[in-house]
């Protein structure tokens, strides 16, 4: 199976950036996808093929991808950003689809 | 604005069959353009993907899952629906439904997902 490793938590302070990364081994050559989810609510996608933002999605969010690494990027993080965030790819072949484990964002 | 929304027991018994369908708003489950899918998560674990149906009748399986899991669509209801079979408590999880679109590199990612519904399998 592949696996996506991302890290357990970030804080930052409201105003600040934050980095939120997602690491796996066929990033170089797949897309990434991030996802948003707050407590008892659907998850919802803010980046999709690495860096393109869904139109009702706030500018502060942006994705990146460098090697075999995928970061989301929440510019001039508010509170009401902190959540759940989680990373979506495909193996090389294409068989296998794998999520990250989640990073829990804190804004205070 | 699309909306998924699962429906199904939250309780199976061990061995018996958890059967969850999706009802679909503001989108058509017969559109070529969209895949439907299931995608679990465990308590405390990671998500899932567990299986994806196309209009056409195509259907996809994670391979570990496949000798017990059967996705299918109804149409006339703008529905699909997921049955595993013989389930033990190892299956027992938040079920999401979503929607699938093929992304610039040919997979799937999905762009529309439900809230959720837990199943928990116990006597």
């Known amino acids: 199976s592949y696996e996506l490793t991302q890290p357990p938590s970030v804080s930052v302070s409201p105003g600040q950036t934050a980095r939120i990364t997602c690491s796996g081994d066929?990033?170089?050559?797949?897309?990434a996808y991030w996802y948003q989810q707050k407590a008892g609510q659907a998850p919802v996608l803010v980046i999709y093929?690495?860096?393109k933002r869904p139109s009702e999605i706030p500018e502060r969010f942006s994705g990146s991808k460098s090697g075999t690494m995928a970061t989301l990027t929440i510019s001039g993080a508010q509170v009401e950003d902190e959540t759940e965030y989680f990373c979506?790819?495909?193996?090389?072949?294409?068989?296998?689809?794998?999520f990250g484990g989640g990073t829990k964002l804190t804004v205070l | 604005q699309l909306q998924l929304q699962a429906s199904g027991p939250g309780l199976v018994k061990p061995s018996e069959t958890l059967s969850l369908t999706c009802t679909v708003s503001?989108?058509?489950?017969?559109?070529?353009?969209?895949?439907w899918a299931w995608i679990r998560q465990p308590p405390g674990e990671v998500l899932e993907w567990v299986a994806t149906?196309?209009?056409?009748?195509?259907?996809y399986y994670k391979l570990s899952l496949k000798s017990r899991v059967t996705i299918s669509m109804d149409t006339s209801n703008n529905e699909f629906s997921l049955k595993l079979r013989s389930v033990t408590a190892a299956d027992t999880a938040v079920y999401y439904c979503?929607?699938?679109?093929?992304?610039?590199?040919?997979?799937?990612?999905?762009?529309?997902w439900g809230q959720g519904t837990l199943v928990t399998v116990s006597s």
């Open positions: 979506f790819s495909t193996d090389s072949s294409g068989n296998h689809v794998a």
């Open positions: 066929a990033l170089p050559r797949k897309y």
């Open positions: 503001d989108a058509s489950v017969s559109s070529s353009n969209f895949y």
């Open positions: 149906i196309y209009y056409n009748g195509d259907t």
């Open positions: 093929e690495d860096s």
């Open positions: 979503a929607r699938a679109l093929k992304g610039g590199d040919s997979h799937l990612y999905f762009d529309y």
